[in-house]
C-alpha cells in the first residue's frame, strides 16, 4: 500500500496543474493509484477475509472538477453506494497533500438538503460522537473531526463527519499489516454502529425548538431552498429514537413553505405585530403543526405536511403551548375550521371534537 499512496501525495498536484482544475482522467500514477490501484488492494483484502459481497469500492478525483480531496470509498451496499448519503469507510487525502485519513465517516448532503450547511456541519460533528458512544474504540484511533487542511465546502464535511479515524504522514506511511490491521477495525466498527442505529444517522441528531424554527425561517426566506424536495419519510425513513420508538421529525423544508404561503403573517390575526428577524429581514414568525405531531400513530396518513402546518407569531404560537384551556379553545376551532377542507384532502379528517382532545392533555413544544 506504500507506492500507491506515495503516488497519489507525490503527484496529485502537478496533474491538478496539468488538468487546469479538470477532472479529466490520463492516466497519471496518482490517478491510477486512486482508480485503480488501491481499490484493488483493498477489494483483494476484503475477499480474503470473505466479505467483498457486501462491499463496493470506488476511487474518486472528483466530478467536472478535480476535487481538493480526492479519495477511495468503502460502502457497504445495504447502507449505501455513493459518498453523499449515509456513512463509510473512506479513505481521504489532506488537500495540501501531507497525510491522509483512513476514516469511517458520514455523507453529508441529506442532512444539507434538509437543513443549512452551516448547521449540517455541527449536526454532523454532533452525530459522530454519538455513534463513539456505541464503540469501543482502538487507543490508537482519532475519535471525532479530523484535519483535512481544507478549504473547500466536501473537505469540510469530511472533516466535520468523521466518526473514527487513522492518520497517515506522507513521509512514514504504515506497512500493509498496519494499514489493513486498522480496516479491519473499522470494518468492526462500521457492522457495530449499522447493527445498533441502522441505515443513516439521522436519529442521532437532535433539533432543539429554537433550531428548528430558526433553520425555518432560513428556509422560508430562500424560495431556491424549497424546491429541494426532500420529504420527512425519506429522510427519516424508519429511524428509531434512542428508547427504541419510532421517531417523528419535522421538515424544515415543509414548514418553511407554510411560512411562505402565510406570507409572513399570524394565521390568528395577520394584523399581530412581530419583530423582524436578524437572520434574513423577513418578519419573525413560528410553524405549529395543527394535529400535534406527537399523535402521528393514531394517523395513517402523514402528519408532516404543508397543509397541517399554520405560521403564527410568537405569542399566539406559545399561547397553544402553554396557554389555559378557555383561551386556547377559541383560537385552536378558528385555526381547525380554516383549514378543515386541506386536511380532509390530505385524508386528515377529524371532528373539532376530537381535534380540540388531542390538546386536551398539553401538547410538546416540538409539535
Ligand atoms: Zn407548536
Ligand atoms: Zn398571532
Redesign the pocket.
Known amino acids: 500500500m506504500e507506492k500507491p499512496l506515495l503516488d497519489v501525495f507525490d503527484n496529485y498536484f502537478s496533474t491538478r496543474l496539468r488538468l487546469h482544475g479538470r477532472a479529466n482522467v490520463i492516466g497519471t500514477p496518482d490517478q491510477n493509484a486512486l482508480l485503480l490501484q488501491i481499490p484493488r488492494l483493498i477489494e483483494t483484502y476484503l475477499h480474503k477475509i470473505g466479505l467483498a459481497h457486501l462491499f463496493k469500492v470506488k476511487g474518486s478525483i472528483g466530478n467536472g472538477n478535480i476535487a481538493r480531496v480526492p479519495w477511495v470509498g468503502i460502502f457497504r451496499k445495504e447502507i449505501t453506494e455513493n459518498a453523499e448519503n449515509g456513512y463509510y469507510i473512506v479513505l481521504l487525502f489532506s488537500e495540501n497533500m501531507s497525510s491522509c485519513y483512513l476514516s469511517l465517516n458520514q455523507g453529508i448532503t441529506a442532512v444539507e438538503q434538509l437543513y443549512t450547511k452551516t448547521f449540517a456541519l455541527r449536526k454532523m460533528r454532533e452525530a459522530a460522537l454519538k455513534a463513539i458512544t456505541h464503540l469501543e474504540c482502538d487507543p490508537e484511533a482519532h475519535l471525532g473531526s479530523i484535519d483535512l487542511s481544507s478549504t473547500g465546502d466536501l473537505g469540510r464535511g469530511y472533516e466535520a463527519a468523521a466518526i473514527v479515524s487513522f492518520k497517515y504522514d506522507a513521509h512514514s506511511l504504515p506497512t500493509d499489516d498496519v494499514f489493513f490491521g486498522h480496516l479491519n477495525l473499522l470494518l468492526g466498527y462500521y457492522e457495530k454502529i449499522f447493527k445498533k442505529v441502522g441505515k443513516n444517522l439521522h436519529s442521532l441528531i437532535s433539533v432543539s ?1 429554537n433550531e428548528f424554527q430558526q433553520v425555518v425561517l432560513e428556509k422560508a426566506a430562500s424560495p431556491q431552498a424549497l424546491k429541494e424536495n426532500i420529504s420527512s419519510e425519506e429522510f427519516w425513513g424508519d429511524a428509531l429514537s434512542s428508547s427504541g420508538k419510532p421517531t417523528f421529525n419535522r421538515s424544515p423544508i415543509v414548514a418553511a413553505q407554510a411560512i411562505r404561503m402565510a406570507d409572513f403573517k399570524c394565521e390568528i390575526n395577520a394584523e399581530h405585530w412581530t419583530f423582524t428577524s436578524r437572520a434574513k429581514k423577513h418578519r419573525y414568525v ?4 395543527l394535529i ?1 405531531i406527537s399523535h402521528q400513530l393514531k394517523f395513517f396518513h402523514p402528519l408532516d405536511v404543508v397543509e397541517n402546518v399554520v405560521c ?1 407569531c410568537a405569542t399566539c ?1 406559545r399561547m ?2 402553554y396557554g389555559v384551556e378557555k383561551e386556547r379553545r377559541d383560537l385552536l376551532t378558528h385555526l381547525f375550521k380554516k383549514r378543515k377542507e386541506v386536511l380532509v384532502k390530505r385524508s386528515l379528517d377529524l371532528k373539532v371534537a376530537d381535534f380540540l382532545s388531542l390538546y386536551s392533555g398539553g ?1 410538546l ?3
Open positions: 425548538e413560528e410553524a405549529h403543526h400535534p403564527l404560537h397553544l403551548h401538547v413544544l416540538e409539535d
